[in-house]
């Protein structure tokens, strides 16, 4: 390579001197060999370079392959769990179908028994005849749309008892009254946002004007709501100021603001994962907050008649700025008399749902103990529930309600562990007559709460 540089650099410099003669110019044998050696490695660098090249664009278009099948095959997996959940759906409610007709088997067999069914059939012939017998002036007309209500009969005699009682105890709220600041969160029902009332921070929960339009109950729901919050008063239990009474549009619950949910303070912010992106609080304060939910459900089990929450979970329960508890969210509630049962299934969510509720079977308070137990178990492990597994929620349902499926409990590192493990697996019986009322539990973490403070 060195040589052949020389020989160009003084082929250069006789090529532009005008006093060497042409023959002198030419070039020698040497050099004719010399610029034969040049040329042919230029061209073997030349050839070099274009196969380098050339496995450049092979390996480009190698990894673009590999990309695609990768694509290709995240595509297919993703159509596999799309086609199992949909297996397990019908699964699921082939059995749900299966329970409703024994249950209503069952229910006309207990009527057919007692006479019931006879009376029934006899009093719906004995309506039949009266309506054919009465002038056709006289019989109302069929009505087909909310709409076509005559005017006497008030369209939401539910919502109209809500407002009396709202005013008459002072607790109604014109909608100019609200002062929107920010939005500081979102459910699937409604927007909450940070407001001004009467030079007071609160937050208003804005219903979504679709959920009156789209569902039939949903008047009833919102009065229900509003219902049971405006009968409590517990340090424990979220606080209602006021409601401003006029959906679809104007649909507000105004309470007081808290900074986080039970979600958020054990989890951390955004949605659920795999890994913690925040420390988990410390065991004294996770069963303060653990005795706190249990006792303000204990004040809602235990007045007359007693109310079901229906829809425990982390994101229903809020926390104030000094970590003390309030349960909220009362929108699926009921009041149950003593002896008393409710038939609604799928009330809930499905991972803190009892197997009893999922399965359409009747069931009682003993439904919120279950979802506490999920609750307690998430408190003391810090991860989400049914996390070690790869199901989706209708095959956690559908596990659940056999028997066949429980969170993952804590491994047991010390005694009140060990005691809250106990606790833990009474309350998530099967058998809801085996797990224990809340004032049992309030007195068991009492118990708990006291041996850690005095071990400190």
């Given at each position: 390579m060195i040589v052949a540089g020389s020989s160009q650099k003084k082929k250069a410099s006789t090529l532009f001197s005008p006093r060497q003669s042409p023959v002198e110019n030419s070039p020698g044998k040497n050099e004719i060999s010399t610029i034969k050696t040049t040329n042919s490695g230029g061209c073997c660098r030349r050839l070099n370079d274009c196969m380098a090249e050339g496995s450049i664009v092979s390996t480009k278009e190698?990894?673009?392959?590999?990309?695609?099948?990768?694509?290709?095959?995240?595509?297919?997996?993703?159509?596999?769990?799309?086609?199992?959940?949909q297996k397990e759906l019908r699964l699921m409610y082939r059995k749900r179908m299966e329970t409703t007709q024994d249950y209503l088997k069952h229910c006309l067999q207990v009527a057919q028994e007692n006479g019931f069914l006879d009376l029934i059939?006899?009093?719906?012939?004995?309506?039949?005849?009266?309506?054919?017998?009465?002038?056709?002036?006289?019989?109302?007309?069929?009505?087909?749309s909310p709409h076509q209500l005559p005017a006497q009969v008030p369209q939401f005699p539910n919502l109209a008892f809500t407002i009396d009682q709202a005013k008459m105890n002072g607790w109604f709220i014109e909608s100019h009254e609200?002062?929107?600041?920010?939005?500081?969160?979102?459910g699937s029902t409604a927007d909450i946002y940070r407001a001004i009332w009467r030079g007071f921070d609160v937050a208003v929960k804005c219903m979504f004007p679709?959920?009156?339009?789209?569902?039939?109950?949903?008047?009833?729901?919102?009065?229900?709501?509003?219902?049971?919050?405006?009968?409590?008063?517990?340090?424990?239990?979220l606080q209602l100021l006021g409601a401003c009474i006029d959906p679809p549009s104007n649909a507000w619950v105004v309470t007081e603001i808290l900074g986080m949910t039970l979600k958020e303070w054990l989890h951390g912010p955004g949605s659920r994962r795999n890994e913690r992106s925040v420390p988990i609080p410390p065991f004294q304060n996770r069963v303060t907050v653990a005795l706190e939910i249990a006792q303000a459900m204990q004040y809602l089990?235990?007045?007359?008649?007693?109310?079901?929450?229906?829809?425990?979970?982390?994101?229903?329960?809020?926390?104030?700025d000094s970590n003390h508890v309030r349960v909220a969210d009362f929108g699926h509630a009921r009041f149950l008399d003593d002896a008393e049962k409710a038939l609604t299934g799928e009330t809930g969510t499905y991972v803190y749902m009892a197997p009893e509720v999922i399965r359409y079977?009747?069931?009682?308070?003993?439904?919120?103990?279950?979802?506490?137990?999920?609750?307690?178990?998430?408190?003391?492990?810090?991860?989400?529930?049914?996390?070690?597994?790869?199901?989706?929620p209708s095959k956690i349902a559908m596990e659940v309600a056999e028997g066949k499926l429980r969170p993952m409990l804590p491994h047991e590192d010390n005694d009140q562990l060990g005691e809250l493990i106990d606790l833990i697996s009474q309350s998530w019986d099967q058998d809801a007559s085996v797990r224990p009322s809340f004032a049992t539990i309030?007195?068991?973490l009492r118990k708990i709460q006291q041996r850690i403070i005095e071990g400190a």
């Amino acid at each position: 390579m060195i040589v052949a540089g020389s020989s160009q650099k003084k082929k250069a410099s006789t090529l532009f001197s005008p006093r060497q003669s042409p023959v002198e110019n030419s070039p020698g044998k040497n050099e004719i060999s010399t610029i034969k050696t040049t040329n042919s490695g230029g061209c073997c660098r030349r050839l070099n370079d274009c196969m380098a090249e050339g496995s450049i664009v092979s390996t480009k278009e190698s990894q673009r392959q590999q990309q695609s099948i990768s694509e290709l095959r995240q595509q297919v997996a993703d159509l596999e769990r799309e086609v199992l959940k949909q297996k397990e759906l019908r699964l699921m409610y082939r059995k749900r179908m299966e329970t409703t007709q024994d249950y209503l088997k069952h229910c006309l067999q207990v009527a057919q028994e007692n006479g019931f069914l006879d009376l029934i059939i006899q009093n719906k012939d004995d309506q039949q005849g009266i309506k054919d017998a009465l002038p056709t002036s006289i019989v109302s007309p069929r009505i087909t749309s909310p709409h076509q209500l005559p005017a006497q009969v008030p369209q939401f005699p539910n919502l109209a008892f809500t407002i009396d009682q709202a005013k008459m105890n002072g607790w109604f709220i014109e909608s100019h009254e609200i002062e929107f600041q920010e939005k500081i969160g979102q459910g699937s029902t409604a927007d909450i946002y940070r407001a001004i009332w009467r030079g007071f921070d609160v937050a208003v929960k804005c219903m979504f004007p679709d959920f009156f339009l789209s569902n039939e109950n949903g008047v009833n729901f919102f009065a229900q709501e509003l219902d049971t919050l405006s009968r409590q008063r517990h340090c424990y239990v979220l606080q209602l100021l006021g409601a401003c009474i006029d959906p679809p549009s104007n649909a507000w619950v105004v309470t007081e603001i808290l900074g986080m949910t039970l979600k958020e303070w054990l989890h951390g912010p955004g949605s659920r994962r795999n890994e913690r992106s925040v420390p988990i609080p410390p065991f004294q304060n996770r069963v303060t907050v653990a005795l706190e939910i249990a006792q303000a459900m204990q004040y809602l089990h235990e007045q007359k008649p007693k109310v079901i929450h229906r829809d425990l979970k982390p994101s229903n329960i809020f926390l104030d700025d000094s970590n003390h508890v309030r349960v909220a969210d009362f929108g699926h509630a009921r009041f149950l008399d003593d002896a008393e049962k409710a038939l609604t299934g799928e009330t809930g969510t499905y991972v803190y749902m009892a197997p009893e509720v999922i399965r359409y079977e009747p069931y009682n308070e003993k439904s919120d103990v279950y979802s506490f137990a999920v609750i307690l178990n998430e408190l003391m492990t810090g991860d989400y529930p049914y996390i070690e597994t790869d199901f989706g929620p209708s095959k956690i349902a559908m596990e659940v309600a056999e028997g066949k499926l429980r969170p993952m409990l804590p491994h047991e590192d010390n005694d009140q562990l060990g005691e809250l493990i106990d606790l833990i697996s009474q309350s998530w019986d099967q058998d809801a007559s085996v797990r224990p009322s809340f004032a049992t539990i309030t007195s068991s973490l009492r118990k708990i709460q006291q041996r850690i403070i005095e071990g400190a």
